[in-house]
Nanobody
Framework: QEQLVESGGGLVQPGGSLRLSCAAS????????MGWFRQAPGKGREIVAA????????YYADSVKGRFTISRDNAKNTAYLQMNSLKPEDTAVYYC??????????????????WGQGTQVTVSS
């Protein structure tokens, strides 16, 4: 069983930056692909970015491409989402997720096995 805990959310002005972290408690983090999702009020959960177990492949939603960067540090059992040039439409609860299929990038939430509790990101002036 993998437990994931997100941190780093908060209130930021448009154009600002935040760095989200996702700390994993298990011993198999380094074998999992990781994804970041978000869910805005009244909307479904959508993929933001994903990364394979060895950081060899990454994926970004078109809406965040060029602004967000996903990374991971397997020695620290932690995944990150660096968010720059934030926009009001980035406001959402952000979730990290782990997939046992470490070599594959999945865009659908149903393909992920473990989830964090979420962290709120609010972009507003």
């Amino acid at each position: 069983q993998e437990q994931l805990v997100e941190s780093g959310g908060g209130l930021v002005q448009p154009g600002g930056s935040l760095r989200l972290s996702c700390a994993a408690s298990g011993r198999t983090f380094s074998s999992y692909a990781m994804g970041w999702f978000r869910q805005a009020p009244g909307k479904g959960r959508e993929i933001v970015a994903a990364i394979t177990y060895n950081s060899g492949t990454t994926y970004y939603a078109d809406s965040v491409k060029g602004r967000f960067t996903i990374s991971r540090d397997n020695a620290k059992n932690t995944a990150y989402l660096q968010m720059n040039s934030l926009k009001p439409e980035d406001t959402a609860v952000y979730y990290c997720a782990a997939s046992k299929s470490g070599t594959l990038i999945y865009r659908l939430a149903g393909n992920y096995n473990y989830w964090g509790q979420g962290t709120q990101v609010t972009v507003s002036s």
